[in-house]
């Protein structure tokens, strides 16, 4: 069984920082492409930044320049360092994971991963 676990969530006051993790089990994503998407209350969940296999990386315009992903394919997780957090980066986080292997593309799209987390709550107060 695959599963996809978050942490790092909760609260912090806007200007500051928070670090998610993710962590794979059931199988191994070192060959896959990761990412991060959010759904805050009343809106579609919307792509945050993705990790290609070999690291390479894309991001929302809205998170460019202040949020950072990576990963550690032997711990087989993957990580979004966020700074200058914003009231309006309130949301449930999403760790991602597709299932396409060895592929150059940074995948934007949520039909293009099949495994998913159960998310963690990040709170931005003003």
């Known amino acids: 069984q695959v599963q996809l676990v978050e942490s790092g969530g909760g609260l912090v006051q806007a200007g500051g920082s928070l670090r998610l993790s993710c962590a794979a089990s059931?199988?191994?994503?070192?060959?896959?492409?990761m990412g991060w998407f959010r759904q805050a209350p009343g809106k579609e969940r919307e792509f945050v930044a993705g990790?290609?296999?070999?690291?390479?990386?894309d991001y929302a315009d809205s998170v460019k320049g202040r949020f950072t992903i990576s990963r550690d394919s032997a711990k087989n997780s993957v990580y979004v360092q966020m700074s200058s957090l914003k009231p309006e980066d309130t949301a449930v986080y999403y760790c991602?994971?597709?299932?396409?292997?060895?592929?150059?593309?940074?995948?934007?799209?949520?039909?293009?991963?099949?495994?998913w987390g159960q998310g963690t709550q990040v709170t931005v107060s003003s």
């Open positions: 059931g199988r191994s994503f070192s060959a896959n492409g």
């Open positions: 990790i290609t296999w070999n690291s390479r990386t």
């Open positions: 991602a994971g597709a299932s396409d292997v060895f592929s150059s593309r940074v995948y934007i799209r949520a039909r293009d991963y099949a495994y």
